[in-house]
């Protein structure tokens, strides 16, 4: 089926798209077969080559299982390592993005670089994350200046949020109803973030 150029410009011009990234972000590569590599295993034969600290991995659909939370959090230090090893390969494609008028980004990657590269590049944003025990809940707040557009923005660490590009008086809605701002209108000093 052929792209509909026109109405998804329409839809990004009326911020009503959300980009979905994943491990096939880089051309050529899948940095979900590269973090299994990094973790000692082999793709070949994931059931015989899993450490200690992960139950199964899920090449075909980018996923981990471990067997308790702290298997988990020592999982995530080594996907942060990785990860900061990989950050400069991503940063250009983390800068393409943010010139990218989508309100909403969503990261299925374990993966803070996104988040690093909006803060590197001053782009006002919010990041949160899915907590799969309950609700998404905000990583972080931010405040608005008035003379900046608000932003929403979705990335990484499951899954993760980073909401953007709101225009002065413009609601962004994301892909959980929770998550929106409002950027009020100039007179205005203050981004509204409800709590979700």
């Known amino acids: 089926m052929p792209i509909a150029w026109k109405d998804l410009l ?13 491990p096939d972000l ?17 793709p070949a034969d994931i059931p015989g080559t899993l450490p200690r600290d992960v139950s199964m991995a899920y090449p075909a ?3 981990f299982l471990f067997p308790n939370d702290a298997a988990r959090t020592r999982s995530w230090r080594r996907f942060e390592e990785f990860y900061d090893r990989h ?5 250009g494609m983390y800068a393409q993005i943010g010139r ?8 299925t990657m374990p993966d803070l670089g996104l988040r690093r590269s ?4 001053g782009i006002l944003h919010q990041f949160s994350y899915y907590d799969y ?27 993760a949020i980073t909401t953007r590009w709101c225009s002065p008086t413009t609601t962004c809605s994301g892909i959980f109803p929770k998550f929106w701002a409002t ?3 100039a007179a205005n000093s203050t981004s509204n973030f409800p709590t979700p």
């Open 133 to 159: 025990r309950g609700t998404p809940e905000p990583y972080d707040r931010i405040q608005a200046n008035p003379a900046t557009p608000a932003c929403c923005s979705t990335s990484s660490a499951c899954s």
């Open 61 to 63: 659909e980018n996923l």
């Open 10 to 22: 329409k839809s990004l011009g009326n911020q009503q798209c959300a980009l979905l990234i994943g």
């Open 87 to 91: 950050f400069d390969k991503l940063r």
């Open 118 to 121: 909006f803060e590197q590049d």
């Open 26 to 42: 880089l051309p050529g590569q899948n940095l979900f077969l590269d973090l299994l590599e990094h973790l000692g295993i082999d």
């Open 183 to 185: 950027k009020n209108s």
């Open 100 to 107: 990218l008028p989508f309100p909403v980004v969503i990261s």
